[in-house]
């Protein structure tokens, strides 16, 4: 619809996120965006997984849906399948605490490049979130975030893409982890854990197309460093990742390992 349209009309919203926080904060964004330009909201439903978004999405068929990506029992990108099956043309907004690849790519599967209605970061500050908002409620205009925009470009070039588990990984190294602690992490054995990380590094050192490999004016020879460096030339990673990972990081080591 025209914001002439949604003006007159009003708007149906449905915000999936199974965090509450999280969704209040969201409303509150659709509610301030939709003042401003003066357009009312005839109703506003909220789903706390993808399986409730999917029904409720089927149910009142809305206008516009904020969609978190990692929700229990379906996530975000699965639930936008099933509710585009039967909703085509409908408008989502996915919000992301991380930009992962496999997210990415799976949402690449399921919808054209350019239908992507948008995918923004839960890190951006509110006018960021709130700007996103509206390119794709009032301008009509997908909305993706540079970092995201990023890995979609190398994922059409086809560079290796990097799996869930891989980035947890380079979070885990990125943070601090000992190989000992990613082992007591994830339930494997040390010699697990040691194996993946050098498979991490091996298949982000192979290939010519390397960010490694390209003339940085950097030498870093440390593994872990290098794996580091490459999850923020991938855009993987974010200073802001590293200061609010850092906080939990340290809570974490000293509950489960006794030290800080």
């Known amino acids: 619809m025209t914001i002439t349209e949604l003006q007159k009309n009003g708007i149906k919203l449905l915000i999936a996120e199974d965090l509450l926080t999280l969704r209040q904060h969201g409303c509150e964004l659709l509610r301030q965006v939709l003042e401003k330009h003066n357009i009312p909201i005839d109703q506003l439903e909220e789903a706390s997984d993808g399986t409730e978004a999917v029904r409720k999405a089927k149910s009142i068929r809305p206008d516009f849906v904020l969609m978190d990506v990692a929700m229990p029992t379906l ?16 408008k989502i907004l996915f919000w992301s605490q991380y930009h992962h ?112 490999k390209e003339s940085t004016g950097l030498e870093i020879y440390n593994p872990r460093t290098r794996l580091i460096f490459e999850a923020f030339m991938r855009g993987l990673l974010t200073r802001e990742d590293l200061e609010s990972q850092n906080v939990e990081h340290k809570r974490w080591l000293f509950s489960e390992f006794g030290y800080e």
């Open 75 to 90: 996530n975000g990108i699965k639930a936008a399948a099933e509710i585009w099956k039967e909703l085509p043309t409908l």
């Open 101 to 212: 690849e496999a997210y990415i790519r799976e949402l690449g599967k399921i919808v054209p490049d350019e239908a992507i209605h948008g995918y923004i970061l839960k890190s951006e500050n509110d006018g960021t979130l709130a700007q996103a908002i509206e390119s794709v409620i009032v301008e009509d205009l997908p909305y993706v975030t540079s970092t995201v925009e990023e890995v979609r470009h190398r994922l059409r070039d086809k560079s290796s893409a990097i799996s869930d588990l891989e980035f947890e990984t380079l979070m885990d190294i990125a943070i601090g982890l000992t190989d000992k602690a990613i082992a007591q992490k994830e339930h494997i054995s040390y010699r697990g854990a040691q194996n993946r990380l050098s498979n991490l590094l091996n298949k982000l050192l192979k290939g010519e197309d390397s960010y490694l």
